[in-house]
T-cell receptor, first 114, second 111 residues
Framework: NAGVMQNPRHLVRRRGQEARLRCSPM?????VYWYRQLPEEGLKFMVY????????ESGMPKERFSAEFPKEGPSILRIQQVVRGDSAAYFC????????????FGQGTRLTVV | AQKVTQAQTEISVVEKEDVTLDCVYE???????LFWYKQPPSGELVFLIR??????QNEISGRYSWNFQKSTSSFNFTITASQVVDSAVYFC????????FGSGTRLQVQP
């Protein structure tokens, strides 16, 4: 049973480009969570999705960021018109249900904006 | 909603020492869950344990042990005979709709 798969592991984008980060949850998991970790900082919650629904996006910046988790395929975190401040590690986690259960994390995508 | 406090921001020990990481929680729920995660220098978060509020038995897994005490609202984590590979940031995230992580406790194990 494969773990949470994130790709790419490393992504370099120029300022103004778009970044698309992918997350395939563990088999049987329908809940996905995205987190961002800036250098030397803690992990910040961004968004929580269940298949085809955004459940909680309270940590998501209001502009340029969006997330989806379609019925088929991986969850996508999309960052439009990237800026240097978007450089961070983005982690995805999945769980089989909401609340009271552990979430398993992927290895992260390290985004560098040049 | 649950709130947790990891008062220790950084701990440094020498290899083979025992070390305890503190986690104090607040909740009004009668049923709740507590977690520990580890983030080694490689970056990936590793799930260590989940404990539900009905189970106050201590848990031991190799050199790791967890002491859950409702009376003091604590869920502490002890590493026995620490090793350099234990160096990491350890999180005790509060339960919510999604787990949220603070700054954790950074453990440095010196050789």
């Amino acid at each position: 049973n494969a773990g949470v798969m994130q790709n790419p592991r490393h992504l370099v984008r120029r300022r103004g480009q778009e970044a698309r980060l992918r997350c395939s949850p563990m088999k049987g998991h329908s809940h996905v969570y995205w987190y961002r970790q800036l250098p030397e900082e803690g992990l910040k919650f961004m968004v929580y999705l269940q298949k085809e629904n955004i459940i909680d996006e309270s940590g998501m910046p209001k502009e340029r960021f969006s997330a989806e988790f379609p019925k088929e395929g991986p969850s996508i975190l999309r960052i439009q018109q990237v800026v240097r401040g978007d450089s961070a590690a983005y982690f995805c986690a999945s769980s089989p249900r909401q609340g009271g259960t552990e979430a398993f994390f992927g290895q992260g995508t390290r985004l560098t904006v040049v | 909603a649950q709130k947790v406090t990891q008062a220790q921001t950084e701990i440094s020990v020498v290899e083979k020492e025992d070390v305890t990481l503190d986690c104090v929680y607040e909740t009004r729920d009668t049923t709740y869950y507590l977690f520990w995660y580890k983030q080694p220098p490689s970056g990936e978060l590793v799930f260590l344990i989940r404990r539900n509020s009905f189970d106050e038995q201590n848990e031991i897994s190799g050199r790791y042990s967890w002491n859950f005490q409702k009376s003091t609202s604590s869920f502490n984590f002890t590493i026995t005979a620490s090793q350099v590979v234990d160096s990491a940031v350890y999180f005790c995230p509060p339960q919510g709709r999604a787990l949220t992580f603070g700054s954790g406790t950074r453990l440095q194990v010196q050789p």
